[in-house]
């Protein structure tokens, strides 16, 4: 935990010192740019100017395109190096609650997509140690043509729910922010079914 604390704070911090600093000098830059293009009231615009700051602008841009990417090579985990099939199987193979996994994952995804199955599957066994009372899992990972899959389902005590800010409901966001959706089965004594539906890329 103290770990994830402090690598969220190592991210923050370069997104703070590097990207949005260099964004919020390209918006002040645009501004400016566009004052000398449209103040009538000082006479004629000042081309010459205005091409300047754009210039200056577009390459802070690409500046701050290269931190991010930087930036996303930091979070991207190297256990995905290899894929997401064997990024689970070592998932698998550190879960608390013993499971059967299942991959099928003929075409590899965008980084992106594996990144977020990765983590939703994660997150799902995790859940699963922590508040199922599972007694086995079943993570599965397949990518039918356009759409990657990750389901886990649990032979535990069911009820789990979305609402309220519970885990769940943090990774029904996450797959939405690449339009992707969570859906849910939790009926009172069991089985939970969750399974998150990704596009290929994003």
């Known amino acids: 935990m103290d770990d994830s604390a402090a690598r969220l704070r190592r ?3 370069d997104l703070h ?3 949005q600093a ?3 000098a390209i918006a002040m830059k645009l501004g400016l740019a566009r004052e000398k293009l449209t103040a009538e009231e000082q006479g004629p615009p000042d081309v010459s ?3 300047e700051l754009v210039g200056s602008a577009q390459q802070a841009a ?3 395109l290269g931190q991010l990417r930087d930036l996303a090579r930091g979070i991207h985990p190297p ?3 290899s ?3 064997a990024a689970l199987a070592s998932l698998a193979a550190r879960s608390a609650v013993p499971v059967q996994l299942v991959t099928h ?3 590899r995804p965008s980084p992106t997509i594996e990144t977020i199955a990765y983590f939703c599957a994660a997150e799902l066994l995790a859940n699963v140690a922590k508040h199922s009372g599972a007694r086995q899992a079943t993570p599965e990972a397949v990518h039918v043509p356009g759409l990657p899959r990750v389901r886990v389902t649990d032979d535990g005590t069911g009820g789990a729910r979305l609402k309220g800010g519970t885990g769940l409901r943090g990774l029904a966001e996450r797959a939405r922010t690449v339009d992707g959706r969570l859906e849910l089965s939790s009926p009172r004594g069991g089985p939970t079914v969750v399974t998150v539906e990704l596009p290929s890329h994003a």
Do not use: C
Request: aromatic share 0%.
């Open 11 to 13: 991210i923050e911090r």
């Open 17 to 19: 010192d590097g990207a």
């Open 22 to 24: 260099q964004l919020v």
């Open 49 to 51: 100017r205005a091409a």
């Open 62 to 64: 690409v500046d701050a």
């Open 79 to 81: 256990v995905l190096d």
């Open 83 to 85: 894929g997401l099939e």
């Open 105 to 107: 994952i003929p075409e």
